[in-house]
């Protein structure tokens, strides 16, 4: 009958644990982003100028320099990325911008906690406690990293599979019109989550027909002519309305490299700061309890388990223009393998691991909120330094390895960004790819922004004086790097030099110091002759 669970295990008890349980750890898990005026995430800050740009300029609220076309404007294409750049700014016209940000983001850890739970729900028709173990793998590298569309995509997938697997026995038109409507939702979030959610939807529908149609290939047939009914829009609108991008389109796979990277991106407490133990408890318990019969894999889910975890192992680092495509589905798959198990236990020890799960996602919380308030911290002090920046400056963010140590840099790659709401500034690490994002810069100002993903990290304070003199083959990767810093001196007006609390390294002589701060230093860039 329809609505009832696709599979239900006679003779296991009841679980007692609800959905509140979930909600509880959903709660819990975005504590840290209400903790703080701005976290951690290296790409936060360059999403936060795309949101507020995007406010300026449709809905007009206190347009800067760089909104009223002087430096950027807005290039509204289909392009598979636009979960938060249309999101966001609409909620802004009723909480203001950093809010709304900060809710886009819980919504996306509801998703990740609550979409996993659906799918347990939908397979054995009751709220078990498997879901919330793997609720811990709502803290992953793509979270921690700040990669606000696939994030969200992904956690909007664990509810449309939640969907389509609850209403397996309904086929009319009406099922397939509406999620097809979902899947496209689903793409235009973001293109790499339409592909986890296709490799997701062909493993259950594969599994389905050898567990229930003893392997037809006529029915198979059918259940393929669905999915492809589902995708048909998203592939219509790849093929048809995606805009052309000047990245390269070419696969990089680089396996043994990034392997530790991958198991690295599974659960984070705060960012380069991963839990290498904690998921390595929870594979090897659910593996000791499927050895002994204590639990088991949903058999609808098998085949999706065993596809996701293919594509762990072996997607590529960069594809179609974009890197980290690596760090995509290892997660995925961590949450999924938990809303795919059954664990049965008694009515006293379902409680106290539920208890004992609670309180592990509340420490990794508490851990995440102490790292961004030390981060936050200093983006405050920046944002206070932001007076001492001229309006429609130039600004090129530097950062002192040698000072820095070996600290993550990353949360400062992108700290300039915050100044270009207020100040109406350009700075080339804004997210303005063609073809790939809705702000795009203006002719005179391209040349001298990052073209490619490839492009999109700062130069360091030793490789300054190569830029300005044009010697470009100094280093093997700055030609690759920062093509577009050659004779920086003769563009930009100021650097934001990030040390930390390190040995310094000295400074060039086109720096002029304008403003020294605890972490950062503002210089002034002085023209030589060159620039005549």
């Excluded at 294409?77 to 938060?84: D, E, G, Y």
Aim: aromatic share 12%.
């Amino acid at each position: 009958m329809a609505g009832e669970p696709i599979w239900t295990p006679r003779h296991w008890p009841e679980s007692h644990l609800t959905g509140i349980t979930l909600l509880a750890a959903t709660l819990v898990m975005a504590v840290p982003l209400w903790s703080v005026w701005a976290p951690a995430m290296p790409d936060y800050p360059a999403h936060l100028a795309s949101f507020a740009l995007i406010d300026q300029v449709s809905f007009h609220h206190g347009a800067s320099g760089a909104a009223d076309g002087k430096i950027y404007h807005l290039h509204w294409a289909f392009v598979p990325n636009l979960a938060s750049e249309v999101l966001v700014p609409l909620l802004a016209q009723l909480v203001g911008l950093v809010a709304a940000t900060k809710l886009f983001l819980t919504a996306a850890i509801f998703l990740w906690v609550m979409g996993p739970g659906a799918i347990h729900r939908a397979l054995y028709g009751r709220t078990g406690i498997a879901p919330l173990f793997g609720a811990f793998f709502a803290y992953n590298a793509n979270f921690v990293w700040g990669f606000f569309n696939y994030y969200f995509a992904a956690g909007l997938s664990f509810v449309i599979l939640a969907g389509w697997i609850a209403t397996e026995n309904r086929n009319g038109p009406g099922r397939i019109a509406g999620f097809a409507l979902a899947v496209t939702l689903v793409y235009f979030s973001h293109l790499f989550a339409a592909a986890s959610l296709l490799l997701m939807l062909t493993g259950f529908e594969l599994a389905q027909n050898l567990r229930l149609e003893n392997g037809s290939a006529r029915l198979l047939a059918a259940r393929a002519g669905r999915i492809a009914l589902l995708y048909l829009p998203a592939a219509l609108a790849f093929f048809l309305l995606k805009p052309p991008t000047i990245e390269d389109a070419g696969l990089q796979f680089n396996l043994l490299e990034t392997m530790q990277d991958r198991y690295e991106s599974l659960i984070q407490y705060a960012f380069d700061q991963s839990a290498y133990l904690l998921p390595a408890l929870l594979f090897c318990g659910l593996g000791i309890a499927l050895v002994l019969r204590k639990a088991r894999i949903h058999p609808a889910m098998r085949i999706t388990l065993a596809l996701l975890l293919l594509g762990a192992l072996l997607a590529p680092e960069w594809a179609l223009g974009g890197w980290a495509v690596h760090l995509r589905l290892p997660a995925v798959f961590g949450a999924m393998l938990f809303a795919s198990a059954e664990l049965p236990m008694g009515h006293r020890v379902r409680p106290v691991l539920a208890f004992i799960a609670l309180g592990l996602i509340g420490w990794n919380s508490w851990l995440l909120t102490q790292s961004w308030l030390g981060y936050d911290k200093q983006y405050r002090e920046f944002q206070a330094a932001l007076e001492e920046i001229p309006h429609d400056g130039r600004i090129l963010t530097v950062l002192d390895g040698n000072a820095i140590g070996d600290r993550s840099d990353q949360p400062y790659w992108h700290m300039a960004e915050f100044a270009i709401p207020e100040r109406g500034v350009f700075t080339p690490l804004l997210f303005t790819t063609r073809g790939q994002h809705v702000v795009q810069l203006n002719p005179s100002y391209a040349p001298h922004a990052a073209a490619t993903a490839e492009q999109g990290s700062p130069p360091d304070i030793d490789e300054l004086s190569f830029l300005a003199r044009g010697e470009m083959n100094a280093d093997e990767d700055m030609k690759q790097d920062v093509p577009y810093l050659n004779h920086f001196q003769c563009f930009f007006d100021l650097a934001v030099l990030v040390h930390l609390d390190g040995k310094r390294t000295p400074v060039p002589p086109m720096l002029k110091l304008r403003h020294a701060g605890s972490f950062f230093s503002l210089y002034d860039i002085l023209p030589d002759r060159s620039c005549r």
